[in-house]
C-alpha cells in the first residue's frame, strides 16, 4: 500500500517532578502537539476531496481509523475499518449464506487502499444452541475473506486477517440508541470465544483472533463489570485469542487527564493478573468527549493518549466517530460532544490533532521507551 515506515521512540514514566514532568514528559507528543496548536491554521471552510482522484497508493496511516466516512477519513489519512459479519444477516437460512452485503462493505474499503477488522456475532447475540452450525458459518465467514483462492469474495483486493469475537459482552441491556451487546453469563461468552477462535483458525491459521473489550475496565467502573471480566479471565479465555481489546469512552474533559494511556494498563493488569501471556492489543473504540470550554484538552489527550497506548504495545487505535452519520435526535449528548466534526460541520480542534499525528506518527514498525525519567 505504499507506506512509510518509521520507528517511533517514546520517554515516559516514573518521572520525579512537575518540573521535569514537563520538561520530559512524551517528548514526541509534545512535540506534536506545539504543531497543532501553533502551527496549522485552521481553514474556515475545509474542500471536499473528490474520492476519484484517490490513488490505491495513497499513504494511508495504518495504525489509525476509523475509515468512516469515507471522505473525512481521506481527509484524516486513516485507514483501519470495522464492520460487522452478522450471522442473522449473513445466513439466510441454516447452511445457506448471502454474502453479498459484506463483500460490498469490504471492497468498498479496500478499493481505497484500507484495512478491515471484522467483528463477528452470533444469532440474537448469545450463545448458539447449535455450536457446530455456529463454527459452520464462521468458517464460511473467514473463508470468504481469507485470500486463499478457494471460495473467496470475487470482490477481495487482499486478505482480511483480523476477526473480533462480538463487541462488550457485559452490555446486557438495551437503550433508545443501542441494543444488547451479548445475552449470557461470563462462561457462555468463553464458549462463544472458544468455538469462534477454533473455527477461524481452522479456515486460516494465520488469523488474529481479537477478543471483545470490556465496555470500561479502570477501578470505577461499575461492579458487576469488573466482576464480569474477571470471570471471564477465569473460565480460560486467555487461550482462545490473539490479541487483547480496549474501548475508553468518556463523555467530557472531566473524565480523563491529558497524562491518560486509554485504559491500556488497567487491561493489561487484568490479563496478567490471571496468568495471561502478554498479547498485542487494539483500541477499536475510542471517544473522547468534550464541552467547547474543554476542546483544546481533548485534542492533546488525544495524541498524548495515542502516543502512550502505543508505547504500551498497542497496534491500531480506531476512533468511535468522525462526526454523525444519523440524526442527533437518536444520539446521546456524550457522543455528540465526542465527535472531531460538529453537528453545524465545523471541525474542532481534535480534528486538526487527529489530522497532525496521522501525518506524523501514523505508521511506524515499533515504539522504544527513551528512558524512566530526565
Request: glycine share 6%; proline share 6%.
Amino acid at each position: 500500500m505504499g507506506y512509510v515506515k518509521a520507528s517511533l521512540l517514546v520517554g515516559e514514566e516514573t518521572l520525579r517532578s512537575p518540573t521535569c514532568k514537563a520538561v520530559c514528559l512524551f517528548t514526541l507528543a509534545l512535540l506534536i502537539t506545539s504543531t497543532i496548536f501553533t502551527s496549522i491554521a485552521i481553514p474556515a471552510q475545509q474542500s471536499s476531496i473528490s474520492l476519484e482522484d484517490v490513488k490505491l497508493t495513497k499513504g494511508l496511516a495504518d495504525r489509525l481509523g476509523p475509515f468512516s466516512p469515507i471522505e473525512e477519513s481521506l481527509e484524516l489519512g486513516v485507514s483501519w475499518a470495522r464492520v460487522k459479519g452478522d450471522q442473522a444477516i449473513i445466513e439466510i437460512s441454516k447452511g445457506v449464506y448471502d454474502f453479498s452485503e459484506l463483500d460490498l462493505e469490504v471492497s468498498t474499503y479496500q478499493a481505497l487502499g484500507g484495512n478491515v477488522l471484522i467483528t463477528i456475532f452470533p444469532k440474537n447475540r448469545e450463545k448458539p444452541s447449535d455450536v457446530e452450525a455456529y463454527k459452520q458459518f464462521v468458517k464460511a465467514l473467514v473463508e470468504r475473506y481469507d485470500g486463499d483462492g478457494y471460495e473467496d469474495s470475487p470482490l477481495l483486493k487482499y486478505p482480511v486477517k483480523y476477526w473480533e469475537v462480538m463487541n462488550e459482552p457485559d452490555i446486557q441491556f438495551s437503550t433508545a440508541w443501542m441494543p444488547a451487546m451479548f445475552k449470557g453469563p461470563p462462561e457462555d461468552y468463553v464458549d462463544v470465544l472458544k468455538a469462534t477462535y477454533e473455527a477461524i483458525k481452522e479456515a486460516d491459521p494465520e488469523a488474529k483472533v481479537v477478543i471483545a473489550a470490556p465496555s470500561i475496565i479502570n477501578p470505577w467502573a461499575p461492579p458487576d463489570t469488573l466482576e464480569f471480566w474477571e470471570e471471564v479471565m477465569e473460565h480460560g479465555a486467555g487461550s482462545y485469542f490473539d490479541v487483547g481489546n480496549v474501548h475508553f469512552i468518556t463523555g467530557t474533559e472531566s473524565e480523563y487527564s491529558e497524562d491518560t494511556d486509554f485504559d491500556v494498563s488497567y487491561y493489561k493488569e487484568l490479563l496478567s493478573s490471571h496468568g495471561v501471556e502478554e498479547k498485542p492489543l487494539v483500541i477499536t473504540e475510542l471517544q473522547l468527549g468534550a464541552t467547547e470550554s474543554g476542546e483544546e484538552k481533548q485534542a492533546r489527550a488525544l495524541v498524548k493518549g495515542c502516543v502512550r497506548a502505543f508505547a504500551e504495545g498497542v497496534e491500531f487505535i480506531m476512533y468511535v466517530e468522525i462526526k454523525a452519520l444519523e440524526p442527533s435526535t437518536k444520539l446521546p449528548e456524550e457522543l455528540i460532544r465526542s465527535f472531531l466534526i460538529d453537528l453545524s460541520g465545523r471541525r474542532r480542534p481534535v480534528f486538526y490533532a487527529f489530522k497532525t499525528m496521522t501525518a506524523l506518527i501514523g505508521d511506524f514498525q515499533s515504539v522504544v521507551k527513551l528512558s524512566e525519567g530526565c
